[in-house]
């Protein structure tokens, strides 16, 4: 019995020790890593361009990646120092590797977004692997690849309500993006119930990120969105590019309507919430008393009015900064831009959009010289009226220039110094 209880006790003892010896010959496998990430085609992650409608992005200090690879089954994650990522607890692998990276992590939730634009690299998906295997001894070098495409939302109106949600080709709801480490890509995540991507409420622009390379359907609740003039409901096959941002609207924002005159007059809109202008004056100057008229009243029928000045003139309106060396009036950011032109011999200020959805849409005001002054007065009256100095007075929207040395604008915005029965020119908008 003892002889047995000894050889079990022996054999054990070797067993133990062959395991011992076998630990020792492993290579030593080193903790901590440093990864270095390029992102294919990009600048800046501050930029949206609209001549190329690309969707311009780079890392920022902080920024983590998640990385795998075919060795093992979780994540490891490295954090941009501003330079390249690290990561401390990374394991190089004992034999040679394909790695993935992923930004911003190996889930991504897109329901929910906040629609703003600094928001967007938080969903921005990117991926990419090592162009060969290794062991991670040297580092890591990634080239990642956009996986994802933006949705710039315009909502049209002030009282817009935004449900953006997105379905795949058989129908089914987009909620997410996962990981795949075999592909160094993402899958697409459904649900069958509707998932909102984002909900707004009002007038404005808004930032969604959405799969890219997959057929998609976007639809704010139950109705298409707008791409240009036209209604946008499904992309074709192969989804969107990515990298790419698409500009959609929640309805027209040029367009045509009939007026009492039996006339079809076309209206542009120049900002998101802003008054559809008709392109077109009222073809004769009219009293700010006649002016104000509305529904089967007004001139041009119900379907138009004259506009307040302050929906006109203002913040992202018509507007205007000084400049700083001249002191004399021009375009601000945010508002639309405006210059002076010569249009068939004749003078004009033309106003363009700057918003996306609008970049494409101008409004041009027309002349109304004073030969004597050697001045050009761009103008229309407004519903608006103010007492000035005891007495009520019109308030027109104009512009100002004058030639003397040269051309140029001298005054814009609010002149409140004439009688209400004075005739001006009259700029109609869209009753609703």
């Known amino acids: 019995m003892k002889k047995i209880l000894y050889s079990v006790f022996m054999l054990a003892t070797m067993v133990l020790a062959a395991c011992s010896s076998d630990d020792t010959t492993e290579p030593d496998v080193k903790r901590g890593m440093v990864l270095k990430a390029n992102v294919e085609d990009t600048d800046t992650r501050a930029t949206i361009t609209d001549n190329e409608g690309k969707w311009k992005f780079a890392f920022a200090t902080n920024d983590v990646v998640k990385v795998g690879n075919d060795e093992v089954e979780s994540y490891y994650t490295f954090k941009n120092n501003g330079t390249v ?3 401390t607890d990374a394991l190089q692998t004992t034999k040679a590797a394909t790695w993935c990276a992923f930004f911003p992590g190996e889930t991504i939730n897109l329901a929910n977004q906040s629609g703003e634009f600094a928001d967007v690299a938080k969903n921005y998906a990117l991926a990419g692997m090592t162009a060969t295997a290794t062991t991670g001894s040297d580092g890591l070098t990634v080239t990642m690849k956009a996986k994802a495409a933006v949705l710039c939302i315009v909502g049209v109106k002030d009282g817009d309500c935004l449900d953006i949600n997105v379905k795949d080709a058989e129908g089914k709801y987009i909620s997410g993006l996962k990981a ?10 459904t649900k069958d119930t509707k998932v909102s991507l984002l909900s707004k409420q009002g007038a404005g622009v808004y930032y969604v990120v959405v799969p890219a390379g997959v057929k998609l359907s976007v639809y704010n609740g139950d109705k298409p969105l707008y ?6 409901s499904t992309t074709k096959a192969d989804g969107l590019k990515a990298g790419k941002y698409y500009t959609l609207t929640t309805g027209m924002t040029k367009g045509s309507a009939e007026n009492s005159l039996g006339e079809t007059i076309d209206w542009v809109q120049l900002w998101a919430g802003g008054p559809k202008f008709a392109v077109k004056n009222v073809k004769e100057d009219m009293t700010w008393t006649d002016a104000v008229k509305t529904g089967d009243e007004y001139v041009w029928g119900a379907n138009w009015r004259t506009p307040k000045f302050d929906e006109v003139f203002g913040e992202g309106k018509l507007n205007f900064t000084d400049d700083k060396e001249t002191g004399l009036p021009t375009s601000v950011a945010g508002s639309p831009s405006f210059e002076l032109k010569e249009q068939n011999g004749y003078l004009t200020v033309v106003f363009t959009g700057v918003q996306p959805g609008y970049t494409k849409n101008t409004l041009t005001l027309y002349d109304k010289p004073n030969t004597k002054e050697k ?18 007075k019109g308030v027109l929207f104009q512009i100002q220039a004058a030639t003397w040395d040269k051309l140029y604008i001298y005054s814009f915005g609010k002149n409140t110094a004439h009688w209400k029965d004075k005739k001006f020119f009259v700029r109609p908008v869209l009753a609703k």
């Open 375 to 392: 001045n050009h007065n761009f103008d229309f009256w407004t519903a608006s009226d103010e007492i000035v100095e005891g007495e009520d």
């Open 227 to 232: 791409s240009g003039d036209k209604p946008m």
């Open 85 to 87: 990522f690290e990561s």
């Open 180 to 189: 795949d480490k075999n592909s160094a890509d993402f899958k697409v995540e």
